[in-house]
């Protein structure tokens, strides 16, 4: 099939990074949709590490165009910060495109988000105050700021002076503090335009094009199902939608031009931030699977907090995005763990459900419903094949297909490019 789409389908940090690599391999094109640099795709390839935040993984391959789409927000300072990285390690940007329609992050949307966040008190969402949020809030209020403006130097400066203006008085009057410069941003943007105009385009056409042309089309994720707007666990969440249907319009495709929706999971469950968690586990077991599966923070370093693996949750994620399978990452962080539980309802007060609810009140009052199964011994890093596992682990990859109804098309075994099994 010629176009797949890539995406999350737990909260986020599934280790979709390594399989859009190895995806990105055998694809002519690699698009990313929506979010910004709260983001973060760790990527390891020939025993080198890259961390990327708004670069499409497919920058590693040179012969593949990368197109950042409409959907995304954009901060000019960290993408170029990210081509430079990535430049200085022999990987050249050339085949790098950005859809004229994203809309930029600017310092005062940064500034907003922290405020924001310390004005809620306890009640604060966690965001990476990276200004995500609050250009999003400009692109829906229609006050946003777009890189085709960017590229048009008079209407940009016109629109960040009236911006700021606005901007300045809600940090001072509401929220008590400092504004910003808007002839330092003024200065400081018309400089990334000048390094970024080279990769400006409209990308929809050659999208569109593409895709009729046959070539192979990749589509990749950012964060997870249940962080998204509407269907995540409002209200923490992101301000996009990571679910497959927010391809589409981060992109400017139609729905009948995507053939796989391939979802990524862990073989546990991690989450960051607040919000409920019914897996969540708080003893030596859940600091064993932090540890051994390095469950920190690609973006901001925050420990994740672990869990078993929910079915409910990857159950709903196959219902919101249609997917056509899945791929298990970091089977090899359970090894050693005597019995393996796997989450495969929650029951709430006398009441079992068996379905992810919208209500964040009901799930936080769910307590999981296991089932249990035998764990293995041993490192597996070094498997390459499905029949070579250890059978208790090919049971619990199994038990994983028939709860969710998917089929399971991966395994991740390990961190690297190469750690992967193509199940049969």
Same mark, same amino acid.
């Given at each position: 099939?010629?176009?797949?789409?890539?995406?999350?389908?737990?909260?986020?940090?599934?280790?979709?990074?390594?399989?859009?690599?190895?995806?990105?391999?055998?694809?002519?094109?690699?698009?990313?949709?929506?979010?910004?640099?709260?983001? =973060?795709? *760790?990527?390891?390839?020939? /025993?080198?590490? +890259?961390?990327?935040?708004?670069?499409? !993984? #497919? $920058?590693?391959?040179? &012969?593949?165009?990368?197109?950042?789409?409409?959907?995304?927000?954009?901060?000019?300072?960290?993408?170029?910060?990210?081509?430079?990285?990535?430049?200085?390690?022999?990987?050249?940007?050339?085949?790098?495109?950005?859809?004229?329609?994203?809309?930029?992050?600017?310092?005062?949307?940064?500034?907003?988000?922290?405020?924001?966040?310390?004005?809620?008190?306890?009640?604060?969402? =966690?965001? *990476?105050?990276?200004?995500? /949020?609050?250009? +999003?809030?400009?692109?829906?209020?229609? !006050? #946003? $700021?777009?890189?085709? &403006?960017?590229?048009?130097?008079?209407?940009?400066?016109?629109?960040?002076?009236?911006?700021?203006?606005?901007?300045?008085?809600?940090?001072?009057?509401?929220?008590?503090?400092?504004?910003?410069?808007?002839?330092?941003?003024?200065?400081?943007?018309?400089?990334?335009?000048?390094?970024?105009?080279?990769?400006?385009?409209?990308?929809?056409?050659?999208?569109?094009?593409?895709?009729?042309?046959?070539?192979?089309?990749?589509?990749?994720?950012?964060?997870?199902?249940?962080?998204?707007?509407?269907?995540?666990?409002?209200?923490?969440?992101?301000?996009?939608?990571?679910?497959?249907?927010?391809?589409?319009?981060?992109?400017?495709?139609?729905?009948?031009?995507?053939?796989?929706?391939?979802?990524?999971?862990?073989?546990?469950?991690?989450?960051?931030?607040?919000?409920?968690?019914?897996?969540?586990?708080?003893?030596?077991?859940?600091?064993?699977?932090?540890?051994?599966?390095?469950?920190?923070?690609?973006?901001?370093?925050?420990?994740?907090?672990?869990?078993?693996?929910?079915?409910?949750?990857?159950?709903?994620?196959?219902?919101?995005?249609?997917?056509?399978?899945?791929?298990?990452?970091?089977?090899?962080?359970?090894?050693?763990?005597?019995?393996?539980?796997?989450?495969?309802?929650?029951?709430?007060?006398?009441?079992?459900?068996?379905?992810?609810?919208?209500?964040?009140?009901?799930?936080?009052?769910?307590?999981?419903?296991?089932?249990?199964?035998?764990?293995?011994?041993?490192?597996?890093?070094?498997?390459?094949?499905?029949?070579?596992?250890?059978?208790?682990?090919?049971?619990?990859?199994?038990?994983?297909?028939?709860?969710?109804?998917?089929?399971?098309?991966?395994?991740?075994?390990?961190?690297?490019?190469?750690?992967?099994?193509?199940?049969?």
């Amino acid at each position: 099939m010629a176009t797949k789409v890539v995406i999350g389908a737990q909260w986020g940090d599934e280790g979709k990074g390594k399989i859009i690599d190895i995806l990105a391999q055998q694809s002519e094109v690699v698009v990313r949709s929506q979010g910004g640099n709260n983001a =973060g795709h *760790t990527v390891e390839a020939n /025993g080198e590490q +890259y961390k990327l935040h708004l670069t499409p !993984s #497919g $920058i590693l391959n040179a &012969d593949t165009l990368c197109i950042i789409g409409n959907g995304v927000v954009l901060d000019p300072a960290v993408l170029l910060g990210e081509l430079d990285m990535l430049q200085g390690r022999g990987i050249s940007a050339d085949n790098l495109k950005i859809d004229a329609r994203a809309h930029i992050i600017f310092p005062y949307h940064r500034e907003l988000d922290g405020l924001s966040e310390i004005a809620r008190g306890k009640g604060d969402i =966690g965001t *990476t105050k990276k200004g995500i /949020g609050p250009a +999003y809030m400009d692109k829906a209020e229609r !006050s #946003g $700021i777009r890189m085709c &403006d960017l590229m048009n130097t008079e209407l940009f400066i016109e629109k960040v002076r009236a911006n700021v203006e606005l901007k300045n008085t809600i940090i001072e009057k509401v929220y008590g503090g400092t504004g910003v410069d808007a002839d330092g941003i003024i200065e400081e943007y018309l400089g990334y335009a000048q390094r970024l105009k080279q990769y400006v385009t409209d990308t929809t056409v050659l999208l569109y094009a593409a895709i009729k042309a046959g070539k192979r089309v990749l589509f990749e994720g950012a964060q997870g199902t249940l962080l998204d707007l509407d269907l995540g666990t409002y209200p923490y969440v992101t301000s996009s939608h990571p679910i497959s249907g927010g391809v589409c319009v981060g992109t400017g495709i139609g729905p009948t031009m995507i053939d796989e929706c391939i979802g990524v999971v862990k073989a546990y469950t991690t989450r960051v931030g607040k919000g409920p968690f019914p897996t969540e586990l708080f003893d030596e077991t859940g600091d064993q699977i932090r540890e051994k599966g390095n469950e920190y923070g690609t973006t901001t370093g925050r420990p994740r907090r672990c869990g078993w693996f929910d079915a409910v949750i990857v159950k709903y994620a196959v219902r919101t995005s249609g997917l056509t399978s899945i791929v298990v990452n970091k089977i090899d962080t359970l090894g050693d763990i005597d019995r393996l539980k796997i989450c495969v309802g929650y029951k709430k007060g006398s009441e079992t459900m068996t379905e992810f609810p919208p209500s964040l009140e009901e799930l936080a009052v769910c307590e999981p419903v296991y089932e249990e199964m035998d764990g293995w011994d041993g490192d597996i890093g070094h498997i390459r094949k499905y029949e070579d596992l250890p059978e208790n682990a090919k049971k619990y990859i199994e038990r994983i297909e028939q709860i969710c109804d998917v089929k399971v098309g991966m395994i991740g075994v390990g961190p690297g490019r190469e750690q992967n099994i193509i199940k049969p």
